[in-house]
């Protein structure tokens, strides 16, 4: 993290910004993971195998995944027998940097500049959010000074369509849809035609998804990347997987899937306020090599933001 983000999450702490959302909408998640944590580290059992099958139990309920529990463990016991850890204390503090570290190996990079608008694809099953996340990052793009197209992708859910064209009713971007039962790829070929024609900046692209084991709709979005890479050279330029982490592991089997797939290149994870299983972002980011790019807290446009791994455990653990 460079100095801006790191003067960024300052700001935030000190004006109440969106860490102050942050930790707000990770409560669920930060009761049962820190607030366990923090029940092991301060409970009676010394630093030895009664102490570390507490800590296992802690990271497994919160739906860290048994591969990444395991590593993190490792490490801790590691930090022990070197003597880096002496006090229950450092366990925390150690854990903590781990926790950073899984997140940071994978951290999304800035995208290269190219040549005509960025085309963004948004892929992931049926009531994770994904409309409603497209609409809130075309509001944040549309306040940097972006034009933005949407495209409403999932032609076989009326109801999709219609959200996102109030979406961009609201936030004032373009929306290019057409009748439902409409071939998706035409839709997309037409909003990143327009998109060129017109000179915009970035266009997202919405898709069905219907459930995440049918192999037509893989076989579709593969052909919707094929059709809008003839438009513009190289797109799209980010595939992102919408994921609701509700859902806890059956989040990391959708997202193997995907990824296979189509080869994700970052991931969004919504509703975070409303689930006690945020542990899984760390097993999903760590197995996969994904980086999460957004994160979700809350119904609001401002809830949406681009996430921020030190920040994001900060606020786990913050009292």
Same mark, same amino acid.
């Given at each position: 993290?460079?100095?801006? /983000? @790191?003067?960024?999450?300052?700001? &935030?702490?000190?004006k109440g910004g969106f860490f102050s959302r942050l930790k707000s909408g990770l409560q669920k998640t930060r009761s049962s993971f820190a607030g366990g944590i923090d029940r092991v580290v301060n409970g009676p059992a010394e630093i030895g195998p009664e102490l570390w099958q507490?800590?296992? @139990? =802690?990271?497994?309920?919160a739906d860290m995944g048994i591969p990444?529990?395991?590593?993190i463990m490792e490490e801790l016991k590691k930090g022990v027998a070197?003597?880096?850890? $002496? /006090?229950?204390e450092g366990i925390l503090n150690h854990l903590k940097e781990l926790l950073v570290r899984v997140l940071e190996e994978v951290s999304a990079e /800035?995208?290269?500049?190219? @040549?005509?608008?960025? =085309?963004?694809?948004?892929?992931?099953?049926?009531?994770?959010g994904k409309t409603t996340t497209i609409g809130k990052l075309a509001a944040r793009y549309k306040a940097e000074g972006q034009q933005v197209i949407v495209a409403a992708g999932d032609t076989f859910r009326a109801a999709a369509t219609e959200q996102l064209q109030a979406w961009a009713e609201r936030t004032g971007v373009t929306c290019v849809s057409q009748?439902?039962? #409409?071939?998706?790829?035409? =839709?997309?070929? &037409?909003?990143? %035609?327009?998109? =060129?024609?017109?000179?915009? &900046? $970035?266009?997202?692209?919405? #898709?069905?998804? $219907?459930? %995440?084991?049918?192999k037509n709709l893989m076989e579709e979005l593969k052909k919707i990347k094929r059709v809008i890479g003839k438009v513009v050279a190289g797109a799209p330029h980010e595939t992102l997987l919408v994921l609701d982490a509700s859902i806890g592991q059956n989040s990391l089997s959708q997202a193997r899937l995907f990824h296979d797939t189509l080869n994700v290149d970052g991931l969004v994870m919504t509703k975070l306020d409303g689930s006690s299983k945020g542990g899984v972002l760390f097993n999903i980011t760590r197995e996969l090599k994904v980086?999460?790019?957004?994160?979700?807290?809350? @119904?609001?446009?401002? &809830?949406l933001q681009p996430f921020n791994p030190k920040s994001f455990v900060e606020a786990l653990f913050d009292k």
């Open positions: 993290m460079d100095g801006a /983000e @790191e003067n960024t999450v300052e700001t &935030d702490n000190k507490e800590l296992e @139990e =802690v990271l497994l309920i990444t529990m395991t590593w070197t003597s880096l850890i $002496r /006090e229950k /800035e995208l290269p500049p190219v @040549e005509g608008p960025c =085309v963004v694809l948004m892929i992931g099953i049926n009531g994770s009748k439902s039962g #409409t071939d998706p790829s035409a =839709v997309a070929y &037409d909003a990143v %035609q327009s998109a =060129v024609t017109r000179n915009a &900046d $970035r266009v997202i692209v919405d #898709t069905a998804g $219907r459930l %995440q084991t049918n980086p999460v790019r957004f994160i979700g807290v809350g @119904e609001k446009v401002d &809830d």
